[in-house]
């Protein structure tokens, strides 16, 4: 179980966070909505454990996942080596299954640039499921991708998703993504951001459920 | 005309004028013509002399190459990703950057004694400062969000170095060979000079005290197409294969 409680974040003398607390089980998904530089980014940062310096707890299991907006690959190694020097625990066979489950399955032996950009970020996407995360943050992984491409990548999530159970925290500006991945959302807005109480997805998805 | 050819009939031309020169001049004992270089050399080869002291020499570069280039590293990658560190110790950065080779020698002699422990400080001490400001550039410049990654996946430090910092500073570490090793020869040679009694630098000395121009350059130019062949036939090659990933 991840449990989440930020009383403040400052940058300098500027408050940026306030208040915000959720906890998230396995196989759930949250989206965390917001405009653009609300927040959403650092919110995940001191979730991911990446920054530390903030007030509050956050209670996160050790096995950890992240797909950021840019594919952020080892240029210099094989799509392989991009599985398997992260998830040193990894089988070279599970991790050529794995790039065959994102449809890499020739393009184990290529180097990232030889890649297009959809499949960097499959590549991106194979990688943090590899590892069997407990917790998978995903940081806007589907912008600047072309619509089909876009659905094609979101379809992948939600079957690696449904397979592997993580406990997810989404973070999006767009509402029909949220809508597709996640049965919960958290909104953040005011400034310092804080949670906006919002339900609407949550019903949508039960009753797509029932 | 391709590259290689230019350089090729360049250097010929470079010969010329030597032969020209040595021609105009007429006398062997200030500048001799290069075909009169062939038999000296020949004798120093034969006789193993010109061996022993590229060896000696060669020894030294190796030794002082690596200790500059190990330290340099460590140094200029601690002063990149530590800004606090770097404001204290970039001072100190400036001031070795500018201390004549000449001065550091002298002093390595003076302070260590005349042996080939200050020879090889004396010439790491001189180029330390800068691989490490040319490290210092590529610490600055390491992914930050790399790095966030490698939090996350709570990738192990060794693993972080091996396959996230080193190729990343890969193209640095090359620079800073290259640059070094062309200064460490050359400082190598006064090192000799000053106080070893074996080297190229050390012969050099010799027969200058001797007024044998020849001798002279029949060192002085094995030594410098021995150390152009290893820049040609090793350092490039090596960084060409460091790159790879980059052409793919």
Redesign the interface.
Known sequence: MISVDIKTKNYGQTRVLKDVSFELQRGQCLAVLGKSGIGKSTLLRLVAGIDHDFEGTVRRPEAMAIVFQEPTLLLWRRAIDNLLIIHPQLSEAAARDMLAKVGLGDKADMYPKQLSLGQQRRLSLARAFAGHPELLILDEPFVSLDEATAADMIALTQTLMRELTPATLFVTHEKEEARQLADRTLELAGSPATVVPDCKITEFRREEAS | MATPIIRAISLMALLCVWFLLAAIGGDPTVLPSPAALVEPFWQELVSGELVYHLTMTVARVIAAFFTALAAGIVLGFLMGTRPKLDKWLDPWLVVFLNLPALVLIVLCYLWIGLNDIAAVTAVALNKIPGVATIIREGARAL?P??K??A??????PF?YLR??VV?QL?PFIAGASRSGIAVIWKVVLVVEFLGRSNGIGFQIHLYFQLFDVAMVLVYSLSFIALMLSIEWLLLQPVEKRVQA??L?
Request: proline fraction near 5%; glycine fraction near 0%.
């Open positions: 992914d969000e790399l966030s990654m939090t996350v996946f709570r990738v192990r693993t396959h996230f190729p890969a990933w980059r793919a």
